[in-house]
T-cell receptor, first 111, second 113 residues
Framework: AQSVSQHNHHVILSEAASLELGCNYSYGGTVNLFWYVQYPGQHLQLLLK??????LVKGIKGFEAEFIKSKFSFNLRKPSVQWSDTAEYFCAVNAGNMLTFGGGTRLMVKP | NAGVTQTPKFRVLKTGQSMTLLCAQDMNHEYMYWYRQDPGMGLRLIHYSVGEGTTAKGEVPDGYNVSRLKKQNFLLGLESAAPSQTSVYFC????????????FGQGTRLTVV
């Protein structure tokens, strides 16, 4: 069965700082990878996804992620965060019929 | 379009009581999922369904049952609620295909006292 690990549980940044959130997965076959975001009091929304092709994928709101197959990683990045990026971020793997999520990273951006 | 709708949004149960959470989607999706969200543990899959009339166990199925009698609805049942089932429950649906995006409901906050 697949599993997903997110290294940082809580991250605090000042506005304009750069962001990188780590995500590692374990699964031996082909995977499809996602990052979802949950703003306070809201449901999860898709930020970006990777399923094939260019390992550097761009999503909404200036986010991007890089798939490194040899490291089983799919890290999320943003060059300059804003206060409105305060949210919880989840990495997810879809392999077979199951969609498995990591433990989440709470990001707080100080104005 | 409403997307994915969960009812109720909030509920308080006493230990031992039963209840059913309803998830309805209007996107004609084949796949539906029930997750629970607990602090520091992310979303854990309870049960899922790959089509009408089918269900399967996820990571944490104990204490829950599900049914998918109609394609658009996925019901999650708690037969005898326990305090450990206090959580926020999310339903999601998606089209067939591992690369497809899942759409989530707004969540149900359940407290078992």
């Amino acid at each position: 069965a697949q599993s997903v690990s997110q290294h940082n549980h809580h991250v605090i940044l000042s506005e304009a700082a750069s962001l990188e959130l780590g995500c590692n997965y374990s699964y031996g076959g082909t995977v499809n990878l996602f990052w979802y975001v949950q703003y306070p009091g809201q449901h999860l929304q898709l930020l970006l996804k990777y399923f094939s092709g260019d390992p550097l994928v761009k999503g909404i709101k200036g986010f991007e992620a890089e798939f490194i197959k040899s490291k089983f990683s799919f890290n999320l990045r943003k060059p300059s965060v804003q206060w409105s990026d305060t949210a919880e971020y989840f990495c997810a793997v879809n392999a077979g019929n199951m969609l498995t999520f990591g433990g989440g990273t709470r990001l707080m951006v100080k104005p | 379009n409403a997307g994915v709708t969960q009812t109720p949004k909030f509920r308080v149960l006493k230990t031992g009581q039963s209840m059913t959470l309803l998830c309805a989607q209007d996107m004609n999706h084949e796949y539906m999922y029930w997750y629970r969200q607990d602090p520091g543990m992310g979303l854990r899959l309870i049960h899922y369904s790959v089509g009408e009339g089918t269900t399967a166990k996820g990571e944490v199925p104990d204490g829950y049952n599900v049914s998918r009698l109609k394609k658009q609805n996925f019901l999650l049942g708690l037969e005898s609620a326990a305090p450990s089932q206090t959580s926020v429950y999310f339903c999601a649906s998606k089209r067939t295909g591992e690369y497809t995006e899942a759409f989530f409901g707004q969540g149900t906050r359940l407290t078992v006292v």
